[in-house]
């Protein structure tokens, strides 16, 4: 079974997609595969899967009762695998056999699981953070204000001075390039001009003293692993997970946009892009990232 997870892998990570999306994707890989040998299904090559081995697969996962979100995130990436692999006709959503609905997971709401993190809250992970390495703290602050996902806010580095110069020349907006979701450059809003420069050059200053890194790391790997580390053992967990920065960022955006002029679908939309989602997902915005408390 080794050479078929082996496989299944190196098809998980060419499928494309960002470091956290293609990690994810391999672990579903890995877990499929190791799934396989203990449903006693004795495959070693991607060619030999058939719609009878994926069934068996999601329904030993709905037995454990994993969330039907999970389980359509994992029948996503299996697709995308399978799809990668040229095996196209059983990658289909539409598959009569393998669509969501035929087995079972569908219907899961995707309303945001988690909170928008309270000042309380944050600071206590910052002190934490700042205990222990503080340019995670560093980066901690870059999500929570400029709405950056973990890899954007750890690749951030490439992108500091430029920002400075950006917020120094009056510019609303800073634009986001380095750990962006499938490759996507956005512009993300400046929603408070002087915290923002004051941690921007925090970051630089920190950077110029720690070998041009805001996270002291030989990979990019290694600084997302470590920054995920610190804020786990800091207590982002649950409703306060990573993302939660986020959530409170898109709160704030929200509110900054009303307070100039916006109307609210106008300001669920331009939230929409300062996150990079698009224009057209601010129902996705008022749906997932700003229930009420």
């Not at 069934?55 to 009762?65: H, V």
């Not at 992108?159 to 750990?179: E, M």
Request: charged share 25%; with cysteine.
């Amino acid at each position: 079974m080794a050479k078929l997870e082996k496989q299944l892998v190196t098809l998980a990570r060419k499928g494309g997609g960002g470091f956290k999306t293609v990690s994810d994707r391999s672990k579903i890989a890995s877990r499929f595969a190791g799934r396989l040998a203990r449903l006693n299904i004795q495959i070693r090559d991607v060619k030999h899967i058939n719609t009878r081995h994926l069934e068996q697969y999601m329904k030993s996962r709905l037995d454990e009762n994993i969330s039907l979100r999970t389980l359509q995130n994992e029948m996503s990436a299996l697709r995308n695998i399978l799809t990668t692999a040229g095996r196209s006709k059983l990658a289909d959503p539409n598959h009569d056999r393998l669509s969501n609905q035929a087995l079972g997971i569908a219907g899961a709401k995707r309303d945001g699981a988690k909170a928008a993190i309270s000042d309380q809250k944050l600071n206590e992970i910052i002190h934490f953070a700042m205990s222990k390495d503080q340019g995670v703290a560093i980066a901690i602050q870059l999500a929570r204000y400029l709405g950056l996902r973990t890899e954007e806010a750890v690749q951030s580095v490439k992108s500091l001075k430029t920002w400075r110069q950006s917020i120094i020349n009056h510019h609303q907006r800073v634009r986001v390039v380095f750990g962006t979701k499938g490759g996507r450059p956005r512009d993300t809003t400046i929603l408070n001009k002087e915290k923002v420069l004051a941690i921007v050059n925090q970051a630089i200053r920190y950077c110029d003293e720690n070998h041009g890194r805001l996270i002291d790391k030989p990979s990019l790997h290694k600084a997302i692993e470590r920054y995920r580390n610190i804020v786990r053992d800091g207590g982002m967990t649950g409703k306060n997970a990573p993302h939660s920065l986020r959530y409170a960022y898109a709160r704030d955006a929200v509110n900054f946009h009303l307070a100039n002029g916006m109307s609210q679908k106008e300001a669920e939309a331009l939230v929409s892009m300062d996150l990079g989602h698009g224009d057209g997902r601010g129902h996705y915005v008022a749906r997932v990232y700003n229930q009420p408390d």
